[in-house]
């Protein structure tokens, strides 16, 4: 019989937990093994020993996974700030992965700057220090979310060989009174250029965050956001009118009193017709 390994044939999620400091470490360990959500719990203390556990050179359970078409391990929660290879570069390396696990950042106060680069390489969630066993809890239910939507057959899926969808529940992470909040991308409904930086306009108010436009547009393709203004990225789901004006072209997002008018360029307004027009087609 050949050596495979599928979500489906272990109840709970494998992970990996990756810091420097032996406290810490237990810690997250404990935290982790405490949900139910959880079959087993594999540790390393910097980065370097998460790689080679994640090549299967101790695991014949991470290899066989590889070999199955899996990630080596379902998630790796990491310390951010770690001697030699840091988390951010155990991160990058991981986004790399012809198959990349979901990744959990664990952070310092004095770490909050480095949450707009995680965000970059695809971190799906993010603990502050001191850890929180609530926080903890919701991260693995997070990354449950996303193994159960990752488990169907390679072949099915849309997405090019090597290339990981965007996670449905993918947050931004924003610093607002001092304190890191997570924004869920669905609860966007348009983002507005600000020099090098975007800001994110939700029903509850908006979020500056230090994230090009054009660096949005390109993540958030596949989650239906389009490109309707240099200025301007909508959620297309949320356009209840295209209308002409004086000027041209405008969206209207959402309905009622919490309606937005924005402009449409004349270079997207071909696009964006056709994309309106045309009849919705699976998995977008």
């Given amino acids: 019989m050949p050596d495979t390994v599928s979500i489906q044939d272990n109840a709970g999620l494998l992970v990996l937990a ?3 400091e032996a406290p810490g470490l237990s810690e997250i360990k404990f935290l982790l093994e405490s949900s139910p959500h959880i079959r087993r719990v594999l540790t390393a203390f910097d980065a370097a020993e998460a790689l ?8 014949q359970e991470v290899m066989a996974r590889t070999k199955a078409g899996l990630p080596p391990v379902d998630a790796v929660f990491a310390d951010i700030n770690m001697p030699g290879l840091s988390g951010m570069d155990l991160a990058r390396v991981l986004s790399a992965f012809r198959y990349p ?10 770490e909050r700057d480095a949450l707009v680069t995680a965000f970059d390489v695809g971190a799906l969630d993010f603990i502050n ?4 066993e609530e926080r903890v809890l919701k991260a693995i239910s997070r990354v449950a979310d996303r193994v159960g939507r990752s488990a169907a057959p390679v072949a099915a899926t ?28 669905a609860s966007v409904r348009y983002v507005e250029a600000q020099g090098d930086y975007a800001r994110l306009h939700t029903q509850d108010g908006s979020h500056l965050v230090r994230i090009p436009l054009a660096q949005l547009e390109e993540r958030w393709a596949n989650a ?50 056709e994309r309106i027009v045309r009849p919705p087609k699976s998995g977008w």
């Fill in 18 to 20: 990756v810091d420097d």
């Fill in 129 to 132: 220090k001191p850890i929180n």
């Fill in 224 to 273: 239906g956001f389009v490109r309707i203004h240099r200025s301007y990225l909508v959620a297309l789901p949320l356009v209840s009118e295209l209308r002409m004006t004086a000027n041209g072209y405008a969206v209207v997002i959402g309905t009622g009193e919490g309606a937005k008018e924005l402009p449409v360029s004349r270079r997207h307004t071909k696009e964006l017709k």
């Fill in 52 to 59: 080679r556990i994640l090549r299967g050179d101790y695991e």
């Fill in 158 to 185: 849309s997405a090019a060989p090597g290339v990981a969808e965007p996670s449905d529940d993918e947050v931004i992470p924003v610093e607002l009174g001092g304190t890191i909040k997570l924004v869920p991308r």
């Fill in 101 to 110: 696990p979901a990744l959990v950042f664990v952070t310092g106060v004095e």
